[in-house]
Every structure is written in structure tokens, then in C-alpha cells.
């Protein structure tokens, strides 16, 4: 059953053009991020543009899915990169898989980069952002076309779109940023901007509870988009202010202290 369309026509109104809460099959819309990811980061080094990110899906607070790629190759000069909801991230990729599709379809010689695809990606955040069902997600969108210049590019679920040399998502915006600004120079080498991208992820992985320390890199040099199998980053936890046992029953609470 539906409201009076003679008694109450600003309500269908309301409801026709505002998913969500509002909406007739609300069922249907991403209300809050269910299954989320967490940091991502973006670089330019010498040759091309990286992005790496952790392979954790949470569920909610729990640390379910500790296997999920959050990275896509797009077309054949790109690569997406993604935190937030990963049923949203799944869609987009879909999407820009049709492009992709239709763009080869064309048979013109002519084939779509990471320019084009981040500035169709930020239209598609804007417009989701416009009808209040935003795809909850961050992205970094990174490429390089054969001889052109590496391009590297963050979209938020609000269509919020900017260029830059390097750029974090998550919680990564915080904890990876002052870390990039003091240590990112133009003329990095591949091995040295791997190293900077997993200092990042390591000092995420201490400081944030939905990050995990296993990692995927992609790298895109003009000639190749290549996404790496998952790798082990190295930490520890023995330090003695953690292993410390100070709640023990010595009769006194102010000695827990």
C-alpha cells in the first residue's frame, strides 16, 4: 500500500526522488557500510604510479575476510584502488568493466586511461551523492599511459575529486599522510617507493584495528598493470610494555595502575 496520491502528493513525490530511508523499496539501497576496507594508498615514483592497500574485509568490527584483493585492473592502463563498502566497490567495478568493453568494441585504436576513467568514476560518485544513495567507498585511481605522465587520482563517496603526487585513504588519511609528506620525493625508485607504501601500511597496521598485515601492490608503469600476490609485512608485538602482566589480583586496584 502506498499514500493517497490525491490526498498526499508531495509524500509520492518525496518518495520517487529520494532513495534511502524515503524510498519505496529501501531493501534495496546501501543504508551503512556492511563489509568494509580500510586503508589504501597511492604513489607516483619514477617510472609510473603505485597503489597498495591490506587484504581485510571487516564485518562490521570483526576481522572476517583476511583474503579480498581490494584493488582492480581497469581497461589496460589503470588501476583502482578502494576503501569502504565492498558490495560498492564490486558494482563500480562492474561498471567500469562495461566501459572498458565498450571502449574496445569501438575497434578505433584508441583506448581510454586513467584520466578518462577517473573523471567517469567521479561523476558516477557525484551523481549517487546527488540521489542521497552514495556508494560508500574512497578511491584511489591510478594510471599511466604508455609515454604520457603517471596520473594518480582520490574520489570520495561524495564526489569529492582532486590530483595529486600521493594520496591515502581511510584511516591511512591520518596515519599514512604526515609519512608521505616527509618521505615522498618525484624521483623514487620502484624498490623505494615498495618500501615507503609498506612503512605506511605497517604503522596502519599497529595503529588501526581493521587493518591486517598482509598487503597487495599494484604497479602501473605505462608498458603494465600488474597487482602482486598478497605479502607478509613484518611486525612485532613483543614489546615488554605489552607482555607486561599488570592486572593480576595483588589486593590493591590502585597497583593495576
Not at 589504501?40 to 597498495?52: E, N, R
Not at 585492473?73 to 567500469?96: H, I, P, R
Not at 604520457?148 to 599514512?176: I, N, P, R, W
Amino acid at each position: 500500500f502506498g499514500p493517497d496520491r490525491c490526498k498526499f502528493p508531495h509524500l509520492v513525490n518525496l518518495q520517487g526522488a529520494m532513495p534511502g530511508q524515503y524510498s519505496l523499496e529501501p531493501s534495496k539501497h546501501t543504508l551503512s557500510p556492511i563489509v568494509t576496507g580500510a586503508t589504501s594508498i597511492g604513489l607516483k615514483f619514477k617510472d609510473g604510479v603505485m597503489v597498495a592497500s591490506d587484504t581485510l574485509a571487516s564485518y562490521g568490527s570483526e576481522a572476517r575476510y583476511k583474503d579480498v584483493c581490494r584493488m582492480k585492473k581497469v581497461g589496460e592502463y589503470t588501476l583502482l584502488g578502494a576503501s569502504g563498502e565492498l558490495s560498492d566497490f564490486q558494482y563500480l567495478g562492474d561498471q567500469l568493466d562495461e566501459l572498458a568493453d565498450e571502449d574496445w568494441m569501438n575497434e578505433d585504436g584508441c583506448a581510454m586511461g586513467p584520466k578518462e576513467y577517473a573523471s567517469y568514476i567521479g561523476r558516477v560518485m557525484y551523481n549517487r551523492r546527488s540521489k542521497m544513495n552514495p556508494l560508500y567507498n574512497q578511491f584511489i585511481i591510478a594510471g599511466k599511459k604508455k609515454d604520457q605522465k603517471a596520473h594518480l587520482v582520490y574520489v570520495d563517496h561524495q564526489g569529492t575529486m582532486f590530483e595529486d603526487d600521493f594520496t591515502a585513504t581511510g584511516f591511512g588519511s591520518y596515519l599514512a599522510m604526515p609519512i608521505l609528506r616527509n618521505e615522498w620525493r618525484p624521483d623514487l625508485s620502484l624498490e623505494e617507493a615498495k618500501a615507503l607504501v609498506i612503512k605506511c601500511l605497517q604503522v596502519c597496521f599497529y595503529r588501526d584495528c581493521r587493518a591486517y598485515f598482509k598487503i597487495n601492490i599494484g604497479v602501473c608503469t605505462g608498458d603494465e598493470v600488474s597487482i602482486s600476490e598478497p605479502i607478509a609485512m613484518d611486525h612485532f608485538w613483543g614489546h615488554t610494555a605489552w607482555t607486561e602482566k599488570r592486572l593480576e589480583d595483588t589486593g590493591s586496584v590502585a597497583d593495576t595502575w
